[in-house]
């Protein structure tokens, strides 16, 4: 691959799956060898170029490479936990083909991969984490959906009672990635957990629980940071790349210093403060 073809950011499918990918341009970073994998939530933003208009991490010197999950127009209409169950571990169990065909069409070599994911997306990452799904090094997870029964019940203040039944439970149970911390750890990735003071799907309460029982399951290196945000990191509908908003700037900024110092080649500053909120 050309220098030229590098430098311009890459989009199409690999499997089926549709992506976005933006090159390694960093002005104070060599490019790196290594991958980040991003997913979006079925809340704003909701698609994978929004995502990547959403977090860009300019300043990684890696391929940021954010998937699609195909979801239909109107998430709030379709039957929650059966929509979840059925993309998250789509979304899974597709991502060891997807890597390799990134790596051979981006020639972005068998360096570190990074996991990211918002939401929703944050599940697909845990997923990946419990089942080893790759070698991942690092995750990124932003108001992280780890109990869907939790994300249920935070979904029914807004939406109403949800119905459940015997398969939409046994789906919840399936996916209840914070009983499956052994697994998560198993491989000791970093990991930065963030979370939205006045989010009310997934509460800073919550977040930081799962930070904690990380920590306790024996996982060397989890950190978290807490925004004055909401769930949200753009506006709705989301399915369109638009300029970020102050939210996701703030969450693009934590994200970056975080892979920059998981691929850093070069010094750089190391001030970020974190586990506190932050403007």
Avoid: K, N
């Amino acid at each position: 691959m050309t220098g030229d073809e590098i430098a311009r950011p890459r989009s199409g499918s690999v499997g089926g799956v549709p992506f976005v990918a933006l090159p390694p341009t960093a002005v104070d970073s060599p490019p790196a060898e290594g991958l980040i994998v991003c997913w979006h939530a079925f809340d704003p933003p909701r698609a994978e170029a929004a995502m990547a208009a959403a977090l860009p991490m300019t300043s990684v010197p890696v391929w940021r490479v954010y998937l699609g999950l195909r979801l239909p127009g109107d998430v709030a209409d379709r039957d929650y936990v059966r929509l979840l169950g059925t993309t998250v571990e789509r979304a899974a169990a597709e991502l060891p083909e997807a890597v390799a065909a990134l790596r051979a069409l981006l020639g972005c070599g068998d360096g570190a991969i990074g996991l990211v994911g918002h939401g929703e997306g944050a599940l697909i990452a845990l997923l990946a984490l419990a089942e080893a799904r790759v070698e991942a090094s690092a995750a990124a997870l932003v108001a992280p959906v780890s109990s869907p029964s939790r994300a249920v019940a935070a979904r029914e203040q807004r939406l109403g009672p949800y119905a459940w039944d015997a398969e939409t439970r046994e789906t919840a149970t399936r996916l209840e990635l914070t009983a499956r911390t052994a697994e998560i750890v198993r491989h000791d990735p970093r990991v930065l957990l963030v979370s939205g003071g006045t989010d009310l799907l997934v509460p800073t309460s919550e977040v930081m629980a799962l930070r904690d029982t990380l920590a306790d399951a024996g996982l060397s290196t989890v950190e978290a940071a807490t925004f004055r945000m909401g769930h949200a990191l753009a506006d709705a509908p989301g399915l369109e790349p638009r300029p970020p908003v102050a939210a996701a700037v703030s969450v693009d900024g934590a994200l970056t210093d975080w892979f920059r110092r998981h691929y850093a080649t070069t010094p750089y500053r190391d001030d970020m403060a974190l586990a506190a909120p932050i403007g």
